[in-house]
């Protein structure tokens, strides 16, 4: 355990930040999960909805730094290639 006061807040701080960036991916996750779902069923407005959903919840975590922004770029990639259908 750290000694210093200033060590013992970084602790603090980093594992919040942790916890922050965690629950980024994990809703980028859930909505990518969603929105394979939405295109699966065939359902076109609740697929759209989803996809602005989860890109919007992709930039800002790129914007924030909870992801980098050549995996956010790759994420949004596969979300648009699902969502018009020609997925590989």
Known sequence: ??????????????ERERLENRE???????????LEAATASKDAQAADAEHRKLVSTIDKAVK????HRNTGARKKSRAARLLS????
Do not use: C, D, E, V
């Open 64 to 67: 924030r730094g909870a992801l």
């Open 1 to 14: 355990m750290a000694n210093i006061h200033s060590q013992k807040k970084r602790i603090l701080r980093s």
């Open 85 to 88: 259908g020609s997925s590989s």
């Open 24 to 34: 980024y991916t994990s809703a980028i996750k859930t909505y990518f999960r969603r």
